[in-house]
């Protein structure tokens, strides 16, 4: 099993007063990484979406080790550490070079667009994602 | 007529590495500022949505004069510059004190919700904001 | 002891294409209601920074259990739920009336501005904030 | 001339609840892109910083004629439509296909981060950007 790793470049506007990235932006980056390690395999999360499956954001954490400054080109590394009957959780961490800065995790729950209701992962998306299951939940 | 005025507390997530706030988040002041000016005359923003109508940016310029840092208690003046039958002009300047940071102007279009069609300001609407109408467009 | 209560008002730009808040933006709540907890005790992190104190993020989590819409005037109620030596940990829940939208909590250290060292909380910050401690932790 | 042509992905943060992209994150990718077309001839904006050189936003005004959506892929199309001895304008338009979404200009003033006075653009910045200046402009 191999993380699926994506690079982010820094923009001016992610950093903050203290000339680092402002912490709520770890958020988006990644947002942005589970979505390429998708399309990776061929899935958009605009199609899931036209599909009517949202995925709800239910649970982040996020640990903050080193800084990331402007311009720099990090590379977020994302495995799905769980995967359930209706959400699944993806670790990540961002990496410079050989640095670990953030180490986080995101749990996700499908959530059916007409009702709000939660509903079972769809299974073009569990497809798309296997390849990138930790081994201790590939079975779970 | 008097302006209408709001104040604005800039957060630490709104700076960037300059140390100022980042000029992109003045559209939100702005967008901010807007909500509040119906607001003030008994109108939401998310009423008139509700009702159908967006209001769509469909211009908007700034002149950058001073920054504003991290902390500072903005007040935003606003005023509307032109009113015509389906789109508006509302012209700011964010102010620390007696001092002038930043001028701008937004456009805004009304349109239908439903057919994404460009439609006349709801009556509600002109109604609310014709106070804060500049006097050379009072009558436009 | 009392939480410290703030009210945010709930921004165009705040929202996502679901129609929600996106999830990103509530540690920018966050970080607003404390920057008001210790003003409200006269004590502002801009007065902290510029006396070369840092408290950067390094730990925070959420859960989120109800989306919060775009003019939702939300509050934020934050309790100190540890408070150590060189660190302190800001327990947060969002609500909307009597609805429990997003619980959290963001763990802060000092740093020095200077030399980018951990440091001892400084005396006017425990002081600003021990009456929002919560008990079990006020001799902690 | 060829205009500097830059590539960027709608990410679900960047959009509001109309569905579409919110529009201060137009200015967001301006930045972007301009940073792309300095490092594209070889200079950073990081580097030019270090060198003490900020570039500010003094002015920007943008035309949105049609919404991008989420997971769009962008084109940032601009070119250097003004090059004073202490100022640039960049001139951008967003492109979705052959579909022109939005147009923009930004000006930029060349700054001293020691002294924060207005400063010659310098030289590196110069050559890096004259091959996208404008006809008109390449001479003024």
Do not use: W
Not at 109 to 134: E, H, K, M, N
Request: aromatic share 8%; charged share 20%.
């Amino acid at each position: 099993m191999m993380p699926f790793s994506h690079q982010i470049r820094v923009t001016y506007g992610d950093t903050d007063q203290m000339g680092v990235v402002y912490h709520a932006n770890y958020l988006n980056y990644f947002e942005i990484s589970r979505t390429e390690m998708m399309r990776s395999q061929g899935l958009t999360y605009r199609a899931l979406e036209a599909a009517g499956v949202l995925l709800q954001v239910v649970h982040c954490e996020l640990d903050f080790h080193h800084p990331a400054h402007y311009d720099d080109l990090l590379e977020v590394r994302s495995v799905v550490s769980q995967l359930g009957k209706a959400s699944l959780v993806i670790s990540s961490e961002v990496r410079r070079g050989e640095e670990r800065l953030v180490t986080g995790k995101v749990k996700l729950a499908a959530v059916s667009r007409q009702q709000g209701r939660i509903i079972p992962l769809p299974p073009q998306l569990t497809d798309a994602i296997r390849q990138f299951c930790a081994p201790t939940n590939s079975g779970g």
